[in-house]
């Protein structure tokens, strides 16, 4: 039987108990899984993305007074990671074009340095 996480859970995670981060990460695991596929549809990437958020909050470990913070925590590190992504996937896209174009002007003789 799963019973919901208090408060007590907090002083043992900042002293670095890997049970009390067990205990966190199956607790907030799913929904920041959930809320990062909604962000990165396809969500290929949802699952680095939201280990990378908990890999996060296990560093930040010791800066947490209560579960109220540490939720906002893992959301919005989440957001940033996704953004990251989605910011990164942009950038490759533009110079996947780049070199479409380029590979196109090159045989069409085209092709100017």
Same mark, same amino acid.
Not at 9 to 16: A, H, L, R, S
Not at 61 to 72: A, I, T
Not at 94 to 102: G, R, S
């Given at each position: 039987?799963?019973?919901p996480?208090?408060?007590e859970i907090?002083?043992p995670f900042?002293?670095g108990?890997?049970? *009390?981060?067990?205990?966190?990460?199956?607790?907030?695991?799913?929904v920041?899984f959930?809320?990062?596929s909604?962000l990165?549809y396809?969500?290929?990437?949802?699952g680095d993305i939201t280990?990378? *958020?908990?890999?996060r909050?296990w560093?930040?470990? %010791?800066k947490?007074e209560?579960l109220? %913070?540490?939720r906002?925590?893992?959301?919005r590190?989440?957001k940033?990671?996704?953004?990251?992504h989605?910011?990164h996937l942009?950038?490759?896209?533009?110079k996947?074009?780049?070199?479409q174009?380029?590979e196109?002007n090159?045989?069409? %003789?085209n092709?100017q340095?």
């Amino acid at each position: 039987m799963k019973f919901p996480l208090s408060d007590e859970i907090i002083t043992p995670f900042n002293q670095g108990a890997p049970e *009390a981060f067990n205990q966190i990460f199956l607790e907030f695991y799913p929904v920041i899984f959930l809320f990062v596929s909604r962000l990165i549809y396809p969500s290929i990437a949802a699952g680095d993305i939201t280990s990378e *958020a908990f890999i996060r909050l296990w560093e930040n470990k %010791g800066k947490f007074e209560s579960l109220s %913070g540490l939720r906002p925590f893992l959301f919005r590190t989440a957001k940033n990671l996704a953004l990251d992504h989605l910011r990164h996937l942009r950038i490759e896209r533009k110079k996947l074009l780049e070199i479409q174009n380029m590979e196109r002007n090159f045989s069409e %003789g085209n092709f100017q340095p």
